[in-house]
């Protein structure tokens, strides 16, 4: 089938199935994690500061990662990374165990995970080109990695609402740890050849102005980095709140708040599914463009919802615009970076996703608190549409003018 064509590749078949295993386990944590802090503290503004730590680290490193990755092994990068959020994940759940119940330590776990995938994420994206044989199928890569993703999106939160309420906490954490021996005996297997880079002469630093130059120097990733900062800002962090809609607005249980989870991923997954059949990259800013109008739209309908069934409908399209959104971006970026700077333009992809979350995760709890939780929600769709209409401007304006990047100064660094 078309849709499952870059699975014919043994590299990123192994990717693709120990990586499923271990999201899911990823997921189960995140959402046990946020019922837990909820549960303990009833506080929407520590749901914002576990969001915050954990991503943070994103918009702090993520520049540094993209040079770090573009300096050394991709592979052992990997599994490094993903070694230490094993250990990670079991602390956490040996603290569980003991009901040791200290949300400064859950917040100090958060923090390390955060820095972890600041690097984490930067390789693995950087390292799916090397994973195709064939590069007409890596946006066909990067989609089923997304479904992947988002499938986990369903049935971790999925299983989570199941084990919560039987079992508790403590499982879905010892979930996590044991999911990450799947996904290190697939690295393992894994024959990759990449290219180990010659060591530069610049400086870090160097580097990361290079970095900046290329990507600011280009008006259509600048662009698409700046529309994907504005939304993980302003709208992405909605999310923030679900715990609330689901045990105060709708008087639910950890079952409930799960519902919300996995009617996202449900969405994410319709989307990607979409994303992994297009034949052609052409169109993605007209896909960007109206995924981020669906999103904007849904998430002011989920904010108003006044019955459960609706708020979950809206949340599956939710789901379809955020991921053909971030999916649709991200594609962009690795086929139209220069194969030098595509680590360093990536990590500004992780930089405007993950590391602007934990600011506007910030900012929705310090809203909700402020307004509630409904007013918070309206706010950051109405946003997502404002933001949406003004890039939609921009680009007509650019179209209009004929301003086209100039990619001359780094043509040499494609060959």
Sequence with gaps: MNVFRSLKYRNFKLFFYGQSISLIG?????TAVAWLVYRLTGSALLLGVVSFVSLIPSLILAPYAGSIVDRHNRYRILVITQVVSMLQAGALAFMLLFRFYNIPAIIGLSLLQGIVNAFDVTCRQSLMVDMVDDKNDLPNAIALNSTMTNLARIAGPAIAGIVLSVFGEDICFFGNFISYIP?????????????VPVRSEKSIWAELQEGFRYVSGDPDLSSMILMLTASSLFVIPFNTLMPIFAKDIFNGDAKTFS???????????????YL??????????????TASLIFGVSVLMVAYAGKLPFALIFMVFTGIGMMAQTSAINTYIQTHAVPAMRARAISYYVMAYQGMIPVGSLMAGWLAGALGPRRAVCIEGIIGVLATALFVLYKRRQAASGNLPDKTVFGRLSR
């Design 276 to 289: 992994a059949n297009l034949k052609t990259s052409k169109n993605l800013v007209k896909i960007m463009s």
């Design 183 to 195: 996904v290190l005996t697939c690295l393992f297997m894994m024959k990759l050849n990449t290219i």
């Design 26 to 30: 990823t997921w189960m944590q995140k």
């Design 259 to 273: 519902w919300f989870e996995s009617a996202a991923g449900l969405g994410s997954v319709i989307s990607a599914v």
